[in-house]
Each structure stands twice: as structure tokens, then as C-alpha cells.
């Protein structure tokens, strides 16, 4: 790994881990924790009301996404799902409720503040068929071919290493398993001078693809059944996007969500 990597990484963990602490020791108000302090196209109020409520409070204010992926990635009872990139636990959280006891849900951080938050999280809600992992989305910790949906919320972007990303998604997905990420994206006019000029790595932005290479990177790792579809804009000539993927193969009937 390069030194910009590293680099990069680590200032990636340091925010979100600065952004976890702020939840939970000092975002405290009269009804609970302030959301973390970001724009109108990033964050909880992109969720429905209704999931908002079923949820704490401190799940609810760590949201630093710019979408909802649970909403488009049509999870079913009995599935089990992997969040890349959890944070505070309100995608798991909502995708555990989704799939049923029958079903599991995993999350995945590399910031052990976010794990430590997203672990209290779910106690506070009760939710029993979770499980965090801690690691890295480039080389994910779990077997191959174990996984039904994979999603994410404007985590992809900020990996230096998104070939690793779509590889391990691919990987880790059984056949016929699917993708469903909320994810920022770059109009194909753009360079990346011209991106990083729009923001800064850690704000997603500077990292994102463009629809052609997210499209190509995708393929290339397997997938098929590609669409990526911009929801709305985050910065001039940067788009929130919906992203849809399918590993190839029948799918297994969807029985109690355990392995045999």
C-alpha cells in the first residue's frame, strides 16, 4: 500500500471516527444526540420518517450517506446482508428488520469508535440477527459465496482501491446475489482534477467514479444486470446515485438464512 493511501485511509477513519465520538460524548440535546453537521444531500433525513423512528437516536445522527439503500435494495425475509462501510449501524439496523429472524445482518467498519456507537446502537434497539465486523471493504472478512445483497451508503467512493471493492463484493456474494448501494458518482465530462475540485476525498467527492468507470469496474469484477441511476446532485456535475448489480447464477431458495 502507497503512502497516499495510507494517508488517505487514515484521514477517511479519523473523520468518521471524529464524527462517532460526536454522537455520542458531545452531539447531546434535551431529545437526544444532534445529527453530525452536514448538508441537506447527505445524511438521516434522506431516510422515510417511519425507519427514522423505529431506530435510536444515536443511529439516526451518525447517518452520513447520500442515500438509502435499504429502500432500493428489495431485501426478503430470510437473507442475509452485508453493509460495507456501517458506521452507526442504521442501514444494519433497518436491514435486520427487513430480512426477519430468519435473516442476518452484517456491518463492516474499519473505525473502532463507529463499531463501539454501532454495537450500542443495537443494543438500544433490541435487535438480536446483527453481527459488525471490523475491517476493510477491500478485503472483507467473511467466505465466499455467504452473502444475498451487499449495500452501501457513500462508502465505495472514499476506497483508493475500488477494483479490491468490487472483487470483494463479487467474492462474497453467492450466485445470483445482488448489489444495491447508494454511492456518489461523476458525470463522465469530468476529469479528476475537475472532481477534486468540487470537494475533497473525505467529503466524497474527490474519490468518486464516473458512471463510465463505475460501470466498467463493475463488469469487469464479474457483475451483470449493471444500472447506475442518479437520484440527486451533490455538487456541480456530481450526482447520489442508486447502484444495481447481479453476480451471475440462480440463486438459492431463501430458507431460515443459516448455511447448511
Known sequence: MSEQTTDLRETVRRRYAAAAVQVTEG?????GPQPVEIDDTFGSTLYAAADREQLPAEAVAASLGCGNP?????????????DLGSGGGIDVLLSARRVGPTGRAYGLDMTEEMLALALANTAKAGVTNVEFLKGVIEAIPL???TIDVVISNCVINLSTDKEAVFAETFRVLKPGGRMGVSDV????AL???QRAERGDHVGCIAGAL???EYHSGL??????DIEIIPT?????????AIVHATKPGAADPVTDGREN
Do not use: I, N, Y
Open 143 to 145: 467466505p465466499a459465496a
Open 219 to 224: 463488469q469487469a469484477a464479474g457483475f451483470t
Open 191 to 193: 476529469t479528476r482534477a
Open 232 to 240: 440527486h446532485a451533490v455538487a456541480d456535475g456530481m450526482h447520489s
Open 185 to 188: 458518482v461523476a458525470d463522465d
Open 27 to 31: 452531539g447531546a440535546a434535551c431529545c
Open 70 to 82: 435499504t429502500a432500493v435494495a428489495e431485501l426478503r425475509e430470510g437473507e442475509r446482508v452485508l
Open 210 to 212: 464516473s458512471f463510465t
